[in-house]
């Protein structure tokens, strides 16, 4: 089955940047999405399609996806991005829906 | 506005099925390229996706437990039912609907918030 790695944890001072990273191979050929989510919440989809955002989601959370790694970046880091970020893919070829582990990014 | 919401028995014993409803607005599962799915999530764990459903009444099932589960919809009540046999302690999660687009790259774009399910005797 598809398998999509992310590193357990991030961490960034305030104002400065986030990348939080997703492996899996080929992943570029792939749609992927991610999600945030805080302690006790259901979780929230912050970038679609890649690079795409819903609704409501800040300009600061951007996506991108090339070859091995899709990345989610986020700019300008608050204490309120302080959450578990989880990716996401659909592989028609095994398990349809696959989520990584989840990375969790803490604000020093 | 979407909004989704999840129902079923907050505890259920070993062995035993548990039947989960998601009750939605906002949105109809007879629309092209709507679909509901359900997702887990294991205390201190990972999002683990169970099932999807689509406007056309196909269905799609996680590999490792499509044996236990099963998934269906009234269109007419706005509901969407997932049954899951043989319930372990290891089932033990939170158990989140979640509408679900972009096909053929699907995402959840609302989720409810999601009901604890605890397997004990």
């Known amino acids: 089955s598809y398998v999509l790695t992310q590193p357990p944890s991030v961490s960034v001072a305030p104002g400065q940047t986030a990348r939080i990273t997703c492996g899996g191979n080929n992943i570029g050929s792939k749609s992927v999405h991610w999600y945030q989510q805080k302690p006790g919440q259901a979780p929230v989809l912050v970038v679609y399609?890649?690079?795409d955002r819903p609704s409501g989601i800040p300009e600061r959370f951007s996506g991108s996806n090339s070859g091995n790694t899709a990345t989610l970046t986020i700019s300008r880091v608050e204490a309120g991005d302080e959450a578990d970020y989880y990716c996401?893919?659909?592989?028609?070829?095994?398990?349809?829906?696959?989520f990584g582990g989840g990375t969790k990014l803490t604000v020093l | 506005q979407v909004t989704l919401r999840e129902s079923g028995p907050a505890l259920v014993k070993p062995t035993q099925t548990l039947t989960l409803t998601c009750t939605f607005s906002g949105f109809s599962l007879s629309t092209s390229g709507m679909c509901v799915s359900w997702v887990r999530q294991p205390p201190g764990k990972a999002l683990e996706w169970l099932a999807l459903i689509d406007w056309d009444d196909d269905k799609y099932y996680s590999t490792s437990l499509k044996t236990r589960l099963t998934i269906s919809k009234d269109t007419s009540k706005n509901q969407v039912v997932l049954t899951m046999t043989n319930m372990d302690p290891v089932d033990t999660a939170t158990y989140y609907c979640?509408?679900?687009?972009?096909?053929?790259?699907?995402?959840?774009?609302?989720w409810g918030q999601g009901t604890l399910v605890t397997v004990s005797s």
């Open positions: 979640a509408r679900t687009r972009g096909y053929p790259g699907y995402y959840f774009d609302y």
């Open positions: 399609d890649d690079s």
């Open positions: 996401q893919v659909w592989d028609s070829s095994s398990d349809p829906v696959v």
